[in-house]
């Protein structure tokens, strides 16, 4: 074989590799989501995101009664498809405006977390405001900023 029939091969690989990984890191996102959803039949959930080019990517999760007290509060930041949500116990129980002023949370060395917080919030700040919405995850409709 050729060697440029080689580097076609290998290139191919690595595609197969990458998709695979983007696959499954795609259904660990939904499998949370509906983890979340199933257990938490009230209030609201907002999904923020921050894309890093050459910094980590972060996912944020953001679970709040209708009360808007904080029920979960998940982060998943990585630069690789491994990255996995991970639990930020000691914001549950706050309110979502202290939170939302805190820059604790947004930012201990991932400037990545403060976007994807604050986009989180805007999420739930809008489905609250719409019309006839009650709170709930059913029927909830989510928005990439």
Known sequence: ??????????????????????????????????????????????????????????????????DLIVRRLLVMSGRSVFAKFKRHEEYEGVALDRIRSNPAIKGEGEPGVAEAVKRAIEQIDRARSEPGRKPGLAGLKTVSA
């Not at 076609?8 to 690989?13: G, I, K, Y």
């Not at 979340?36 to 972060?58: E, L, W």
């Open 1 to 66: 074989m050729a060697i440029w029939q080689w580097a076609l091969l290998s290139l191919a690989l690595v595609w197969g590799l990458q998709s695979l990984g983007v696959w499954l890191q795609m259904r660990h996102y939904s499998d949370v989501f509906k983890g979340i959803t199933q257990k938490y039949a009230d209030g609201f959930v907002g999904a923020g995101n921050h894309r890093g080019r050459f910094a980590r990517g972060t996912i944020v999760l953001v679970v709040v009664t209708p």
